[in-house]
Every structure is written in structure tokens, then in C-alpha cells.
């Protein structure tokens, strides 16, 4: 499947970032013009391929972007206007790490090729910086320091931005990211994959407060997280119901167990805010989409919010031209023998 994303034209006097995102299940690539100027971007989903496993298959996420990485190349470059990229692009940014080792790899090599055809720099950037510049992307007035939530299907963690390039992990998920809970508790509730915008979906018919799921380390006073014993706590009612022959409100299940895990979110945002001092509150990563979420963030007063738009939240090669157009002007580079780094981290 492909999805087309907004494409603006303007003419290309400025700097042109080609940036390549294939850390998952997202063959996506964009053209940055400057900082923040869009001019092309495509995502070929692959959640066809995968849904029947109700997860995602590494073997066939790694085939299935080496089958379509250069048709999708050649759009996004024609999409863009850029008639010939020898001259006209400046920089290859792509996704370094963390993510699914075979994926990353038809990346960086796809990457690594292009910048040395076109003999232009090439930077190798942290997934999870992309996330956070999805948000300075969407707000120009989004300035350092602030906090990024950064909750995917594989991460779920707050991070202190002191400058761009300088992070400091606050916390993160002692077992399962939110966006993994998310899909966990759709499978088992016969929801289908990915489960995050299903649950969202139902939820909203639903009634939260039909069962009281335990909210996750919601009292303690550091920034951890923990999702498996909310996804466990949900399985353990749908047996319950199923032994007594009951029928299952899946919508009202839906509902608790999202309320339950977006105020493990919230509360621990809090936290941070607290212990911080810091009031400009950043939102990342798939689960920045769900609607409770950011229903919840936007309706509190104690910290200036800011979301991405949906097309965003999810992986994107937008952001990952973003953040290496920062690195890039913050005068990094990256070696043309890097290594992908499936266990990244952004900050300790
Ligand atoms: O950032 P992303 O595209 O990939 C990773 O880096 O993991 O996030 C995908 C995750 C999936 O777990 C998906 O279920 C979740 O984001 N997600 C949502 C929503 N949309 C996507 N979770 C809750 N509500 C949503 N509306
Ligand atoms: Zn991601």
C-alpha cells in the first residue's frame, strides 16, 4: 500500500536532505528542503503483509523494503521536482538504529550507495531523535528545553532535550512499550494488527470506567514504566468472561484499558514536569496519534503541549531528514562504513 503525504512545490535554491526511514515495517522516503520544507514524502506501509501474523515478521519486513525501496526512491525524487539528484540533493540522511536489524540494513545500504553515487555527506540518525523532530517540524516555535514523550510500538520513554544533540533519558518501560500493550490487548480481543487505531476506534464507544484496570506504576515517584501486567490484567477479565460464557463488551474493555494506560502516560509526564521544572511537554512516536491521549494532554493547564499531526506520529522519513539536516548543520558526519544499531540508544 502506498500513501502519498502532503507535497508542497517551491523551488529549490535552498539545501535538499533525501531522508530514509526502514527501521520496521514503514518503507518511507522524503526530500527536505531547508529545515522544515516538505517537499516530497512517501510511507509504503506494510501492515498488509504482516497482519495476518498479528505482528511484525522480520524476514519479510527486510524483503519486502529491498522490493520496493527504489520504486519508491524514484517517486519521491519526481514527486519532489528533483529532475536530477547528482546535482540537486545536498545531504542523505537515514535511520541508524534502533530497530529490526534486516530493516535497518536495506537502508543504511540503500543510503550508503546514494551518498556515495552523488558524492554528497551522508548522516546516520537515532529513529528516536526523528521522533522528537517530528515535533519541531510541526512547531517552529518549539525550542529547547523541553520534555519529549517519545510512545511507539517499541519505545515508550520520556527524554529531557537540553539542545538538539544533547539528551537526557528521564525514564523509560520496564517491559512492554505503550504502543506494544496496544496491539497486544488488540490481538487478544481479535482486533487485528497494528491495534492501537482499532482500540482508539472502539474505546470511543465504550465505557472507561466499566472495569478498573490497575494504572501502572501510577503512584511511584520515579519516571518508569510497565504495560505487561496492564496487557495481563485485561487478558486475565476476557478469560473470566469467557469460562462464565459471558459475551465480551469489547468496547467497554477498549475503554478501561485505555484510560488505564493513558493515565500511566499522564502521571508520569507529571512527574517530570515536577522534578524537572521544565514546562514545554513534546508528544512522539504511533501512540502520540491516539485520540485519549492527546485529548488528555491538551486538556491540562500545568505544561505547554505539543503534539505532531497524525502523519507524524508514525514512522516517517520526514522526520528522519529533519533531524539529519540538525546534525548535519550542527556540523556531524557520519562514516560511510557506520553499522546499524538495532539496540540504539538515544540517551542514558
Ligand atoms: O512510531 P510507530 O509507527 O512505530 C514504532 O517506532 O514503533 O508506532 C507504531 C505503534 C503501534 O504499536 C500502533 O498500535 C501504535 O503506534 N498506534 C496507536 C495509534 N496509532 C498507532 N496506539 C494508540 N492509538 C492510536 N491511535
Ligand atoms: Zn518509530
Redesign the pocket.
Known sequence: MLRLQWVCSVSHASFLTLGIET??D?TSLAVLSGPREVLSSVVSSQVDLHAPYGGVLPELASRKHQEVIISLLRKVLSDGGVSNPCRDIDLVAVTRGP?LMGSLLVGAMTAKALAQAWEVPLIAVN?LEG?IFANVLAHPSLEPPFLCLI?????TEIILVRSFGDYLLLGRTRDD????A??KV?KLLGLGY????A??HLAKEGDPKAFTFPVPLGHTRNVEFSFSGLKTAVLWVVRRLEQEGAPIPVADICASFQRAAVEALMSKVRLSVEMTGVERVAVS???A???A?REAMASQDAWDVYLPPHEL???NAVMIAAAGYDAYARGLRSDISFSPGPSLVLAK
Open positions: 527501521s520496521c514503514d530497530g529513529h521522533h510512545v511507539s510500538g517499541g519505545h512499550a505503550a504502543g506494544e496496544y496491539d488488540a497494528p491495534g492501537g487505531p482500540i482508539d512516536g504511533g501512540v496519534a491516539n485520540s491521549l506520529c508514525t514512522d
